[in-house]
């Protein structure tokens, strides 16, 4: 296993401190897994780690001092044929712990003493908890308006949390300003490939509880961390001879934030240029994905379709899942909010799978 630079084509090996290539581009990883097979997996584990045979990890251990138990949430019914998985059932109450665990279990191998991040909360949250885990210490960057009891939880992990005025990619910049300035390690959820092998797990479990795929699956997307997981694990899935077909992934997006979506509108292979806009929908408020070229690649190859979701319908969403007894936050409410907007556009559809992918509570200003 190592890195290399799908651009121009140098490697390093994992224990690189370079969190990006030289050329500018970002890391890909070189790991192709077994084939996935049901039996090769360690039902005496129960967290995401169960997986592992299919993960790249740098060893077989460093995992088990770092994990909190994330991952094996349930998947229930909602209505209308719509399924969800309560991925804020997490330590730290979001997806995020899928992909932090698996990162900080890689820092812990390589011997990082210190770790930074940038992040509208979640994956902040997540890299902190994990960080205190292993004992590494920790820094995170928030933007200015991130809601207060995510960054109260960041400081009780005991990392330092500093909120940056101005926008989320804004704060972004002077994170990376204070990586290439004073050489730590950037344990950032975007630019390290390994985030990816934690967030690939969601349909590890998807498949394993329910004995396969559902036919439609909605995933939100401002950096990609969950869809570009999620691809990976099904394209591997497809290829293992698991599924016959890819599902229709709908790639939601706030109407407020939407490069993506925009881009995919004209036919267009990166992300478009726009000015966003202050908006609910936190977690997916990203107006430069560092990915975006390859999150629109794979949309293209996998028949992925885009969806803006409208701003006044994210409140009203949030308060129809309380009713159901899912108190979420508001980047998660979107995923339901997306459904009406879904089903305007294309018509009616069945057997959709949403994520549930953060706990209401920390969202609330």
Not at 35 to 45: G, N, Q, T
Not at 89 to 103: C, H, I, N, Q, Y
């Amino acid at each position: 296993m190592e890195f290399f630079c799908p651009k121009c084509g140098r490697r390093e090996p994992l224990s690189t401190r370079l969190s990006h290539c030289p050329c500018g581009a970002l890391w890909e990883l070189d790991y192709t897994p077994p084939k996935f097979d049901l039996s090769m997996i360690d039902r005496s584990e129960w967290s995401q780690f169960r997986y592992r045979a299919f993960m790249a990890l740098d060893d077989g251990e460093s995992w088990r001092s770092v994990s909190l138990g994330e991952g094996m949430t349930p998947v229930v019914r909602l209505n209308d044929g719509v399924l969800a998985k309560a991925d804020y059932m997490m330590p730290t109450l979001s997806f995020k712990d899928r992909g932090a665990a698996v990162l900080v279990a890689h820092c812990k191998a390589i011997g990082v003493d210190r770790v930074v991040q940038d992040s509208s909360g979640n994956a902040g949250n997540s890299v902190a908890a994990y960080a205190a885990k292993a004992g590494i210490a920790c820094g995170i960057f928030v933007p200015e308006g991130t809601s207060p009891k995510k960054i109260d939880m960041i400081r009780a992990h005991g990392a330092q949390c500093t909120v940056v005025p101005g926008s989320r990619d804004h704060c972004a910049d002077v994170c990376r300003a204070k990586v290439e300035e004073e050489g730590c390690y950037y344990a950032n959820h975007v630019y390290n490939p390994l985030f990816y092998e934690g967030t690939k797990t969601y349909v590890y479990e998807v498949f394993e509880q329910l004995g396969r795929i559902p036919e439609n699956m909605v995933i939100p997307v401002g950096n990609g961390t969950l869809y570009l997981g999620a691809v990976k694990a099904l394209e591997h899935l497809l290829e293992s001879g698991c599924i016959d077909h890819f599902p229709q992934i709908w790639a939601l997006q706030s109407e407020r934030c939407d490069p993506l979506y925009q881009a995919a509108v004209r036919g267009e292979d990166l992300p478009a240029a726009v000015s966003p806009v202050p908006t609910l929908a936190e977690g997916i408020s990203i107006g430069k994905p560092m990915r975006g070229e390859k999150i629109l690649a794979l949309a293209k190859k996998h028949g992925i379709r885009f969806v803006d979701v409208p701003e006044d319908g994210i409140l009203a969403a949030r308060a129809e899942l309380a009713r159901q007894g899912f108190y979420v936050e508001h980047t998660t409410a979107a995923n339901y909010a997306a459904l009406d907007e879904i089903r305007r556009q294309y018509g009616p559809i069945d057997d959709i799978l949403i994520t549930l992918c953060g706990a209401g509570l920390k969202s609330d200003h």
